[in-house]
Structures are given as C-alpha cells and as structure tokens.
C-alpha cells in the first residue's frame, strides 16, 4: 500500500506532467506572421486547431489605419482582436478582414477549426488620414467596424453586400454621412471551370489595392437600391472577385475583396458546374435535339411546331416567375418548369385547333428568337452601355 506522502508526490508529477503537455500543444498550435507595407502578402497552409498570430510592422508615421485581410480557399476562419473571442471583437468567413488604427493597434489573431487542412492568403492595406475606412459606419455585421463585403448566392444571382464607409480620420468630428463618398464596384472573372488555389490567390492579389483595382477590374455601372448592395448573375462554376473602392474627396480604399464560384464546394475536385444532375442534363440534351429537328422539319410538322413553340415560352416565362418569387431547389424547378411547358404547349396548340389562325404561334417564336438576342446582346460588350440599365 502507498502511503499518503508517495500518492501525494505521484499526484504531483502527474499534475505538472499534464500542465507542461497543455504548454506544449498551445505552443505547437500557434504560429507567427509579420504583414509590411514591402511584405504585404503571405499564404499559409493552416492546420486545423491552430492559430495565427499576425503582426504589422515597418509602418510610416503617416499611417492612419490599416486592414488586414483573409482569403480562404473552400473554408473559413475566426479573425479577432484578441486570443479569446469576445462579442463584437470578432468575424468569420472565407474572406474577411480587421481595421488597425494608428500605431496602437498591430496585432490580430487567426483561428482554424474546419477540421481540415486550409490554404490562407493573409494581406495587408495601409492608409493615411485622407482615405474614408471602408465599413466604420456598419449596422447590420456583428463586428464593429467590417470593411468586408458579406455575399451569398442563390441558383441565378450572386448578391454582395457592402457596409457603409466613414470618412476620413482627419475629418473632426467623425461622421457617417455618406454624402460625399463614391462607391465604385468592380469585378473580375476567373477561367472557366478553374477552381484551383494558385489562380484564386493570383487574382485576389490584384483585386486588394484600390489602384490596382481599377488596373485588372471591369467596373460594374449599377443603379440600383439598396445603394450598398448589388446582384450579378450567377455564372456557375465560373469564379468571380468582387472589390468595392470608396472614394473621398481626395483618396481612396478598398473593401476586403469577395469571391464566389456560384455554388458550394468542400475541394477542387469536387463538381462545380449548372447541369450537376443526370435528370438536368437528359433534359438539356432534349431540348438540343428539339430545337434541331424545328429547324429542319418544323414546317412539315407544324402541329408538332406549334406544340413546341407553346412548350419553350410557358417555360422561359414561368422560370422567370418562379425564381422571382421563390426559391425552390433545382429538382422542383425543373419539374414545374417542365409541367408548366407542357401545359402552355397544349394550350397553344389547342388554340390554334379552335380558331385556326396561325398568328400567335408564328409571334411567339419570333418572341423566343428575341430573348436569344437579348441573352447574346446582354452577355456581349454591347450589355454594359448604359442605356441598358433599369432600375425593377
């Protein structure tokens, strides 16, 4: 039998045994990076369970505030003002950023826990007191103070939304009336069906400093409200950055830039294109071979034209509606959108069975050829003059 002495000195042990081991893995799970104006870029492979201290250093005297930013490749991580994460003093995301004021501040702290393996592209943005602070006039993020822009996507439009900047810190008092800031958005496509770390992070390098923005960016003419949000069109699978530039009297600062791919994918590998599903990819297949066999035969069959001609617009038409109004999952579309073409297609053919007169088939399908151009004048350089532009 131990005696009380040997069991309290093994107690001991065992007690300054466990306490070095949490040491040691705090220790082991946290790194060091220093972000400077020369050195403004740095991408890291962050474990899961590890944090990342970030440090600014070599800033000018003449430095007002600074944002540090994190692109994530297919995750998310925590950044925060300090080691333990308190309310209103941290935000997550795949791409998020920090404002640092003056000299005060140089310091944040990065936090992996997804599980896995993450690439991380950490930067830094420096400015002087003439820039206005992108997102210092937020009311809507749980942060403070969110020069990033929150974005989410549906089956057709990628929404970004961006927090109202502040003016300048050499403007006394400080205000958030926004009526001499400019918001400039610009945007920039990835290669098609490239979803690979090397040339998110490339892009997203030039898509972080505001003169470089304007450089590598197509600016998007918008016009409508909410003044700090705006829709694009959801081109799945083809990756886009989105950078906002808020202007003052006499400077400029970016946002934290955006990304979005369209959909939701946990690796490169994993498929990130607009028909996914067998049903979507049978039926697109149909339509090819309907629209050739219009084109070929469609005169001799003209019933058979008619049908189609009825089956396409109730189908055009009804998925405008129906994604106007609702939301529903791609399996749900097609099939109404399917039942709903049948429906219009009996429909018109029954129209021209009672009454005979060939006139509304023969407009229709000029009305098909006509949202064709439309789509192809859209898509086109021709798309981006103004005249083209309506507020709905």
């Not at 694009?232 to 979005?260: D, E, H, K, Q, W």
Request: one cysteine or more; hydrophobic letters at 45%; charged letters at 10%.
């Amino acid at each position: 039998m131990w005696t009380v002495k040997e069991l309290g000195s093994w107690t001991s042990i065992i007690l300054l045994f466990l306490l070095f081991s949490s040491v040691t893995s705090q220790i082991q799970t946290e790194e060091f990076v220093t972000l400077t104006p020369e050195n403004n870029f740095v991408e890291l492979k962050v474990e899961s369970g590890t944090d990342v201290v970030i440090s600014v250093g070599n800033l000018s005297l003449d430095t007002a505030f600074s944002i540090i930013q994190a692109n994530v490749f297919l995750g998310s991580v925590t950044l925060s003002y300090n080691r333990t994460l308190t309310q209103g003093n941290y935000t997550t995301g795949a791409n998020i950023g920090l404002v640092l004021y003056n000299n005060t501040e140089k310091e944040v702290f990065l936090r992996q826990t997804s599980g896995a393996l993450l690439n991380v592209l950490l930067g830094l943005q420096v400015y002087d007191g003439n820039a206005p602070i992108p997102g210092a006039c937020n009311m809507e993020q749980s942060i403070r103070v969110a020069p990033f822009l929150p974005t989410r996507f549906s089956v057709d439009l990628v929404t970004v939304e961006f927090p109202i900047a502040s003016w300048p810190m050499n403007v006394v008092p400080p205000t958030c009336d926004g009526s001499p800031l400019q918001y400039d958005i610009f945007h920039l496509y990835l290669p098609e069906n490239d979803i690979s770390q090397e040339t998110l992070f490339k892009n997203i390098r030039l898509m972080s400093d505001w003169k470089s923005i304007q450089t590598y960016g197509k600016q998007v003419n918008y016009f409508g409200a909410p003044v700090n949000q705006i829709e694009f069109a959801n081109y799945v699978g083809t990756g886009r950055i989105i950078s906002v530039v808020v202007r003052g009297l006499t400077s400029s600062a970016a946002y934290v830039p955006t990304t979005s791919y369209g959909c939701t994918v946990s690796s490169a590998e994993e498929p990130c294109e607009l028909l996914s599903s067998v049903l979507e990819k049978v039926f697109g297949a149909c339509l090819f071979f309907i629209g050739l066999f219009m084109i070929a035969f469609g005169h001799r069959f003209f019933k058979i034209q008619i049908f189609l001609v009825g089956f396409c617009i109730s189908m055009i038409i009804s998925f405008i509606l129906l994604f106007y109004f609702s939301q529903p999952s791609k399996l749900d579309a097609t099939l109404i959108v399917f039942g709903v073409g049948v429906g219009g297609g009996l429909l018109l053919l029954g129209i021209w069975a009672w009454w005979g007169v060939p006139v509304l088939p023969v407009f229709l399908g000029c009305l098909i050829l006509g949202f064709l151009v439309a789509s192809i004048i859209a898509y086109s350089p021709l798309g981006e003059f103004l005249f083209y532009f309506f507020v709905f």
